[in-house]
C-alpha cells in the first residue's frame, strides 16, 4: 500500500510532472517566439541595426555591448539551427533541470553559452579573418548541456544524426574532438566552432569541479520507455540499516506510511523546490532507504 502511495503523487510521476512549465521548455519557446519575430522583422519590419546591435560581433565588443554575450544565443541564422539546438535542450535540458534544480539548469546553459561567447569573441578579434563574422545560436549552451548530461549520465543512448544510437559519454568525446579541431584549424566557415567549444568546456567545468556532486545514479533515457512513476535518485551512501532516524529506530523497522510521511515526502518536497544539490548527507540515505523499499516490490 505504502508503495502505491508514493506512485500517486505527482513528484512520483515520471512524465506526468508539470514539465509544461519547466525552464527547459520556457527557453524552448522564448527561442521560437525570438525566432518568429526575426522572420517578422526580415519582411516587415526591416530594422538592418537589430542583427547588429544583439548578435556576437566585434565591433560591438569593441564599444563595450557585453549584453551581445546574452542576446547572441537567442537570435539564429536559420530554421533547421533552431530546431537542432532545440532538440538538443529538449532532451538533455530537462534531465539536468530535473536532476539539478531549475536554478543550476539555468547556470549551466547561461555560463555555456557565455563562456563559448567569450572565447569566439576573443579569437575573432585575434584573428578576423577565420573568426570574424558576427555569430547568433544558442548551440554553444546546448553543447554545454550536452557536456553536463554525460557527466549525470554517461550510458544513456542518443541517437547521433537521428540514426546512429551512440552513447552519451562518447557523443561527448567526438563533439569535443571536432569542435577542438575545426577551432584549431577554422576551414569551415559560417560555424562558430570556438563557441561550442567553450560551451563544452563550461558545462564539463561546472559538473566536474562546480558545487554539485553529479556522481549519483540518475535514471532518465530519452529514447527508452519508462515506468509511469519517478525513480527516486540513487545516492552512495552507506547501508540505510546502519543509520537510526531522529526517534532512533532504525528505517527498516519503521512502519511503512510513517516512514512515506514522515521522512520521505519532506525531502521530495526540498527536492522539488530546490533541486537535489540541496540534499545533505543524511537525506540522500533516507532516499536510499526508500528507493530500496520500492525495490522490492
Not at 67 to 83: A, E, K, M, R, S
Amino acid at each position: 500500500m505504502c508503495l502505491q502511495m508514493l506512485e500517486d503523487r505527482y513528484y512520483m510521476r515520471g512524465e506526468e510532472r508539470s514539465w509544461r512549465f519547466s525552464a527547459t521548455v520556457i527557453l524552448m519557446i522564448v527561442l521560437g517566439v525570438v525566432f518568429a519575430f526575426q522572420q517578422v522583422n526580415v519582411v516587415y519590419i526591416r530594422n538592418e541595426n537589430f542583427h547588429k546591435l544583439f548578435s556576437l560581433n566585434t565591433e560591438g565588443l569593441r564599444q563595450g555591448w557585453l549584453w551581445q554575450l546574452i542576446t547572441f544565443q537567442f537570435l539564429h541564422g536559420g530554421l533547421f539551427h533552431l530546431l537542432f539546438n532545440l532538440v538538443i535542450i529538449w532532451f538533455c535540458g530537462r534531465a539536468i533541470e530535473s536532476r539539478l534544480g531549475t536554478a543550476n539548469f539555468l547556470k549551466v546553459y547561461f555560463a555555456s553559452g557565455i563562456l563559448g561567447g567569450i572565447l569566439q569573441g576573443l579569437l575573432a578579434m585575434a584573428f578576423p579573418e577565420y573568426f570574424g563574422k558576427s555569430v547568433v545560436g544558442a548551440s554553444a549552451g546546448a553543447f554545454g548541456l550536452i557536456a553536463a548530461f554525460a557527466l549525470l549520465e554517461p550510458e544513456a543512448t542518443f541517437l547521433f544524426m537521428f540514426v546512429f544510437p551512440i552513447k552519451a559519454k562518447h557523443l561527448l568525446i567526438i563533439e569535443t574532438a571536432v569542435a577542438a579541431f575545426l577551432t584549431a584549424v577554422p576551414s569551415i566557415q559560417g560555424v562558430a566552432h570556438a563557441a561550442h567549444l567553450g560551451g563544452i568546456v563550461a558545462g564539463y567545468s561546472f559538473m566536474k569541479w562546480g558545487l554539485y556532486d553529479y556522481t549519483g545514479s540518475f535514471r532518465w533515457h530519452p529514447f527508452r520507455n519508462r515506468a509511469r512513476r519517478r525513480e527516486l535518485v540513487k545516492a552512495a551512501t552507506l547501508k540505510p540499516a546502519f543509520w537510526k532516524t531522529s526517534k532512533g529506530q532504525p528505517v527498516e523497522e519503521v512502519e511503512p506510511e510513517e516512514f512515506i510521511s514522515r521522512e520521505v515526502d519532506p525531502i521530495l518536497d526540498k527536492i522539488s523546490a530546490q533541486g537535489i544539490q540541496s540534499l545533505t548527507p543524511r537525506e540522500k540515505q533516507i532516499l536510499e532507504a526508500a528507493r530500496a523499499k520500492m525495490d522490492k516490490r
